[in-house]
């Protein structure tokens, strides 16, 4: 009889270390009621707070170990919560519910500044203060206007000022507190240090350009880790 009891506490503790390790799970996300496979799912390891993004084809694959709470989340659709399995996953993700078209009487920044830019057109600034080389031969008197003129060198200002905001609203589209706490694993209570990390790492727009979401993911990871190691150093120098 102890013999038995040894063998099944020895089977019990064999079970449970090998549900707890660390392996590669792998599956594919469905939309719901369909065959359509579902890119680009963001995936979120529970436990371990770990992240992935799934491939253009619906596939994924994640550190975890079978048993681990996987989310999934997409805009336009539910999150869903599926446990880790290493028979290779299988997803399905329901549609969020669509409500009629409402309209909205407000501007978009961008509508607001290009209604400004195009005020300055009615006065007479076609070329925001940068007039084309064949502008000016075609039409001296207006190349000479657009150069020196008071009203296009504002317009000019103002186009500059302009592309800078815009850049600015679109990295704070991709790189916010939300995206710091889902990758870093970060709360709502880290406040202070997520305002921290933040003002010490911030994407450029150039880098957003060329970057896909798992390019930001993975370097966010690194200056992360960077910045716990070293945030409260008085000297610390910003990575590049």
């Known amino acids: 009889m102890k013999f038995i009891i040894a063998c099944l506490l020895s089977l019990f503790c064999f079970t449970f270390f090998a549900s707890a390790q660390q392996v590669m799970i792998k599956g594919a996300v469905y939309k719901r009621i369909s ?10 390891n529970l436990r371990t707070k770990g992240v992935a993004i799934g491939d253009q084809l619906g596939g994924f694959s994640i550190n975890a170990a079978v048993g681990d709470t996987l989310l999934f989340t997409k ?7 599926q446990q880790a399995s290493n028979y290779g996953m299988v997803v399905y993700m329901q549609p ?3 409500l009629g078209e409402v309209r909205v009487l407000g501007q978009t920044k961008k509508q607001e500044l290009n209604e400004i830019m195009n005020d300055y057109r009615k006065k007479g600034t076609y070329y925001n203060g940068s007039p084309p080389a064949l502008a000016a031969i075609a039409s001296p008197i207006t190349g000479l206007y657009e150069l020196f003129g008071k009203t296009p060198q504002r317009a000019k200002r103002f186009a500059a000022f302009t592309k800078g905001e815009l850049e600015a609203t679109e990295v704070d589209r991709r790189y916010n507190k939300f ?3 889902r990758v870093t694993g970060l709360t709502a209570a880290d ?15 150039e880098d957003l350009k060329i970057w896909g979401d798992y390019d930001l993911i993975q370097k966010t990871k690194i200056q992360y880790e960077y910045f716990k190691k070293n945030g409260d150093h008085p000297t610390l120098q910003k990575l590049y």
Not at 75 to 81: H, M, N, R
Not at 191 to 205: L, R
């Open 179 to 181: 995206f710091i706490m």
């Open 35 to 44: 065959s359509e496979r579902l890119s680009e799912v963001f995936i979120t």
């Open 191 to 205: 406040s202070t240090t997520i305002k921290q990390f933040m003002g010490y790492y911030k994407p450029s727009y």
């Open 96 to 98: 969020e519910v669509q």
């Open 75 to 81: 805009k336009g659709y539910t999150p869903q919560k």
